[in-house]
């Protein structure tokens, strides 16, 4: 297999919970070579991570460093001399008081992309505060999207600023930082703030909401469950479904399919005061009905269906089995690396490492490089 389009990168990933490590692991998926700095003990964020079932941690090398010792400091420089970039997640300021900030690693390498993870970004009156993902979605417009109306905001688990607007977010970032150094033979700083990234994926949104296509009243719009063919629906059985008729002609063959084509009541598709009927009739209708039933009525059309598939059923579906849109790593049934390539096919991911498993190689490696100079993973 030809190594993926990554091959040949090496990253410092300073271990921590949550958008770092799927960054680290999106970069280490697509063939980067991922060295992670982990702290002796194990514990990241407050949070002891069994390593053996982290999904987020594979296709790794581990080094522990004390990076509170100039002995674990001086390691990390010494690294940074031999690495494209480094990704950090810390509050602004804590690689700086560790003599680990931008200033000191790019006077070792003016070449490295300097990454930085944060929720509310490196500077702002927020910068310093501590957060989650549910509240950087909430600051900007995102949480006030999700749910239905007359209800309070359900937040996505944590999806859109840890994993979409943070980790994805400064995978790309990285990426493209790279190839400026690449061209430039200069490294930069990024700052990746889960609130920017978080409300850049509401571009469409704002789009909608210029348009006047888009209401701030919670599960009244098109794509937010106002809709009655943009929803889920249960079945006879408990199951559920999915239904994202959209464009007129998708919508036509989802009539047709139900036996609604003749019902007049239909042709009321874009009367938004006629949605609510719509929707009961629809409720009932499905009920009717097993999601096995509604899957051999609606599979492989264009109605835009599809069953509504918990964690465990999923890797089991027929489509995503023929895809080998799962895989399992170690023991663990986990997602494969996306998205796929024609000339650089990505590898199998490998198993998570236990925390420092290649601390002696590492150092033997830096060692090498640097002489007889004494280095040592823990002072």
């Known amino acids: 297999m030809a190594p993926g ?24 998926d697509h ?10 003990g194990g514990i990241r964020g407050g949070v002891q991570i069994d390593r053996a079932t982290d999904v987020l941690a594979r296709s790794r090398r581990s080094l522990v460093l004390d990076l509170k010792t100039p002995a674990g400091v001086d390691v990390l420089l010494r ?6 970039g480094l990704i950090e997640g810390f509050r602004p300021g804590v690689m700086e008081r560790l003599g680990l900030g931008p200033e000191e690693v790019h006077a070792r390498n003016r070449r490295l992309v300097y990454g930085r993870m944060t929720g509310w970004g490196q500077e702002g009156s927020y910068a310093g505060s501590a957060g989650h993902d549910i509240n950087y979605i909430a600051l900007v417009g995102a949480l006030s999207a999700f749910g239905r109306a007359g209800a309070l905001p359900t937040p996505p ?22 190839l400026h150094a690449r ?6 700083v990024i700052d990746c703030a889960m609130v920017d990234g978080a409300s850049l994926l509401m571009s469409f949104l704002w789009s909608l909401r210029a348009q006047g296509a888009w209401s701030d009243d919670r599960g009244s719009n098109e794509l937010d469950t106002g809709a009655p063919y ?3 629906y249960a079945c006879a059985d408990g199951g559920l479904i999915s239904i994202g008729a959209i464009e007129p002609q998708f919508y036509a063959e989802l009539r047709t399919l139900l036996g609604l084509a ?16 719509l929707k009961a009739k629809l409720t009932a209708l499905f009920l009717s009905r097993t999601r096995g039933d509604w899957c051999q009525v609606l599979e492989h059309t264009d109605a835009c269906f599809a069953p509504v598939l918990s964690l465990a059923e999923a890797p089991a579906h027929p489509h995503l089995a023929a895809r080998g849109a799962f895989i399992e790593v170690g023991g663990v049934l986990q997602p494969a690396p996306a998205p796929r390539y ?30 007889p100079t004494q280095v040592g993973a823990e002072p």
Do not use: H
């Not at 389009?5 to 970069?27: K, N, S, T, V, Y």
């Not at 061209?183 to 930069?188: C, L, R, V």
């Not at 007049?264 to 005061?273: C, I, K, L, S, T």
């Open 183 to 188: 061209i430039s033979g200069e490294g930069q």
């Open 342 to 371: 024609s000339a650089t096919p990505v590898a199998t991911p490998r198993p998570p490492p236990t925390a420092g498993a290649d601390s002696e190689a590492l150092l033997a490696e830096l060692a090498q490089r640097a002489g």
């Open 157 to 178: 688990a944590n999806l859109i600023g840890d994993f979409a607007g943070g980790g994805m977010m400064l995978a790309f970032g990285m990426v493209c930082a790279l």
């Open 79 to 84: 690294l940074s001399e031999t690495a494209d």
């Open 5 to 28: 389009p990554l091959d040949g990168l090496r990253i410092l990933e300073i271990a921590g919970i949550g958008p770092g490590p799927f960054c680290g692991m999106m970069l280490a």
């Open 31 to 40: 063939g980067a070579e991922v060295i992670r700095i982990d702290r002796p």
């Open 262 to 277: 003749t019902d007049p009541d239909f042709d009321a598709r874009d009367q938004r005061d006629r949605w609510p009927g």
């Open 230 to 232: 943009y929803d889920v």
